[in-house]
């Protein structure tokens, strides 16, 4: 029997990669760099699986929200700006022997109009997700499948299917 599906909302700096980045990308496709926090690190190491359903979320912006349904493309692997003294992501105590951190690829399926904050907070039924949580900084955080289908009107299955590339 399969495992059931996991649900995710991955928070991205519109300026590092928007959705529209993502869209414009081969396949539509990205690599999730940065993360640079050990939890979210563990939730892609040990949880994501290919398939999984994403939010795209962009933060750190004018409108910070929801902008985006897509699916992890790719099992975990080693984040390659670790190693790159010129990336701002750059970790002297990682080595291609031991790699700290980790990234998945992620596919955008579709753009959607921006779920704002203040929007997910009217919603009762959105109560409990996690980045509505006061002080949840994480950009990585799980979504239980009754908040993915109130998010997307869609039951707990896969996502749509995939972008033609």
Known sequence: ??????????KSEPGECSVDDALA??????PWVGVRNYQARNFMRDAMRVGDGVLFYHSSC????????????STASPDPTQFDPAS????AKSSPE??????????????????????LRARPELAELLVLKKGN???ITPVEP??????????AEAPAKKVRS
């Open 137 to 139: 900084r994480l950009s």
């Open 98 to 119: 031991a790699p700290r951190w980790l990234l998945v690829d992620v596919q955008v399926l579709r753009k959607i109009p921006t779920i704002t904050l203040p929007a």
């Open 1 to 10: 029997m399969p495992e059931p599906m996991n649900y995710w909302l991955m």
């Open 62 to 73: 004018d409108q910070p929200g929801i902008v985006g349904i897509a699916r992890v493309a």
């Open 146 to 155: 009754r908040h993915w289908q109130a998010i997307t009107g869609s039951g």
């Open 88 to 91: 701002p992501y750059y970790d």
């Open 25 to 30: 990308a081969p396949k539509a496709t990205v």
